[in-house]
């Protein structure tokens, strides 16, 4: 039989992963895994926790927020040839679940993880040298994901942070930022920049979600101006969360690229997979082709 490490976040959502903890180890014992399960202490110890034990195992399975499949990715990444990651999503957003076509029900979730699941290359972001699953974004949006009250989040999901963003449209001040991206380069203004590799984020599909491939070695870059007006402020942003077919006021710039790094006198605020990813003037940004194995539903 092969070995397991099973790490959860016992606060994840509402804390129901201790609920269904004994029908998800029993999943694992019927697909014919000698499991040991790690329930994690703090923040950053999921992350500890597969770097030190994930290489005594065949295959690592994580269950909680996509901010802990982002620590245990992190955490596999350090290892000279991590094993297969697969993933319970208990969070109250779960995109890294939608992009790999997980079920919703843990049990379900379960079965994918333990063996029914297809692994399959994924490539990931590093921020200035840390790693993030799906995305890296500054700006309107992205403070709230790290701010807004994990009540707020239980109880409606993406739409706390949506909620909570437009509440701070206010006190947002564009950035001007210098943009290098695979020996092109663009300067402007911006409100808002989001660097990802998923086809869901906070719970909404990110614009041209049809060339999302997740192990191309490419990012989704998607940037918005500072427009002339509100009401093309307020159009753009509606555009970027899908709520309007297109961007009307130009102020959504969207590319391609795997190599970033963006330049600013201020320094740049930064959320990595909804968690706060630093403070920098000057930010890089690249993608690591196929880093990790993570198991996709069919």
């Known amino acids: 039989m092969d070995r397991l490490l099973f790490i959860y976040n016992p606060t994840s959502g509402t804390g129901q992963v201790k609920g269904a903890l004994a029908h998800i180890l029993d999943v694992f014992t019927k697909a014919g895994w000698i499991t040991t399960a790690y329930p994690t202490q703090c923040a950053g110890d999921a992350a500890r926790a597969a770097r030190e034990l994930g290489g005594q195992f065949d295959r690592v399975i994580c269950a909680g927020g996509d901010g802990t499949l982002s ?66 974004a500054f700006g309107a949006f992205t403070k709230v994901a790290y701010d807004t009250p994990q009540d707020l989040k239980n109880t409606f999901g993406h739409l706390a942070y949506i909620f909570a963003g437009i509440a701070s449209l206010p006190t947002i001040a564009p950035y001007h930022i210098q943009v290098e991206y695979d020996g092109q380069s663009l300067e402007d203004d911006f409100y808002f920049g989001m660097v990802s590799n998923a086809q869901s984020i906070a719970g909404l599909k990110p614009p041209k979600v049809d060339q999302v491939v997740l192990d191309d070695g490419l990012f989704e870059v998607t940037l918005v101006k500072k427009p002339l007006s509100l009401a093309d402020l307020a159009d753009g942003l509606q555009a970027l969360i899908n709520l309007s077919p297109a961007d009307r006021s130009g102020a959504l710039v969207q590319f391609q690229a795997r190599d970033l790094t963006f330049s600013c006198r201020q320094p740049i605020p930064w959320t990595v997979d909804g968690e706060f990813g630093g403070s920098q003037p000057v930010s890089r940004v690249v993608n690591r082709q196929k880093a990790l194995q993570i198991i996709r539903g069919q």
């Open 71 to 136: 620590e245990v990715a992190a955490g596999l990444l350090e290892l000279e040839n991590p094993p297969h990651l697969g993933y319970i999503p208990f969070g109250s957003t779960n995109d890294c679940a939608a992009t790999l076509h997980l079920p919703k029900k843990p049990r379900e979730a379960a079965l994918v993880a333990a063996g029914t699941g297809v692994p399959a290359p994924m490539d990931i972001g590093f921020l200035n040298n840390r790693p993030f699953v799906y995305v890296a």
